[in-house]
């Protein structure tokens, strides 16, 4: 089976699984996090290297109070508890979006947690936290013009590898495949210049019932797809 080496999700559907329960939104996102577990097995399980999470939006931010406190909390939680998972699966840990503007406490694991798995290379496991695309976009604009400003570039020979190379994902290959669980066909601000020729898979589950078997059918549709790059077959 053709594999893709890069999978990134957009995590869609806590909300309504957990109203569909009568509970609260968090206890949703807090489901969420099960499944993160099962992504991250079946992608090593598939020998998929790099599998990229979209984990809070920037514009996450405009939700109520309550929920993006109880997400960055579950996001905190999440790394104090599996940070040894990742070690014992030789899983390196990144993240693109401006991690700084994050609690205190929680940029400070991250970038701890970050240093702690640097040399691992069984997976590469990236989690987007406050990441825009277009947020990207103009940090990266921002730094070719410094650079610029400096004479270390030359904007007469700027290529778009010259700009990838200064986006968060510089290190990433692009993605192949991008899943999007609950049913919706948008990419919500993730990836846009990255997923110029990504496959887009939709499922109808909520990311909470995503489960390993749902990644396997995600992996055969993606198998079945003739990438032609703009080329004809
Ligand atoms: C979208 O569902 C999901 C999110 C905004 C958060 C995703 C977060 C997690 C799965 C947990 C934390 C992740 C990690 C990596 C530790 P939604 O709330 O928009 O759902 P809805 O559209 O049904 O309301």
Redo the contacts with the bound molecule.
């Keep these: 089976m053709d594999t893709p080496q890069h999978v990134a999700i957009?995590?869609?559907?806590?909300?309504?699984?957990?109203?569909k329960r009568k509970l609260t939104?968090l206890a949703?996102?807090?489901e969420?996090?099960n499944?993160?577990k099962k992504a991250i097995e079946a992608a090593i399980r598939n020998k998929i290297p790099y599998l990229t999470?979209?984990?809070?939006?920037s514009e996450?931010w405009n939700?109520p109070k309550e929920?993006v406190n109880g997400?960055m909390s579950?996001?905190h939680?999440?790394?104090e508890k599996?940070l040894k998972l990742l070690i014992e699966n030789k899983i390196q840990l990144k993240t693109i979006g401006r991690i700084h503007e994050l609690p205190k406490a929680t940029h400070k694991l991250i970038v701890e947690s970050k240093e702690k798995t640097a040399h691992f290379d069984q997976l590469t496991l990236t989690?987007a936290l406050n990441y825009s695309s277009q947020n990207e976009i103009i940090d990266a604009v921002k730094r070719i013009i410094q650079e610029e400003r400096e004479s270390t570039i030359n904007l007469e020979e700027l290529t778009y590898p010259k700009i990838a190379s200064h986006l968060d994902t510089k290190d990433l290959p692009d993605p192949d495949l991008i899943i999007r669980t609950?049913g919706?066909y948008r990419l919500s601000n993730f990836l846009l210049l990255q997923s110029a020729y990504a496959e887009i898979y939709t499922s109808p589950i909520?990311?909470?019932d995503f489960n390993q078997s749902h990644f396997t059918t995600a992996l055969e549709h993606f198998a079945q797809r003739e990438r032609r790059y703009g080329k004809i077959s």
């Design positions: 957009i995590m869609d559907g806590n909300g309504r699984w957990a109203k939104r949703g996102h807090k969420g996090i499944s993160v999470l979209y984990a809070f939006s996450n939700r929920e997400l579950l996001l939680g999440f790394l599996e989690i609950s919706e909520l990311w909470p």
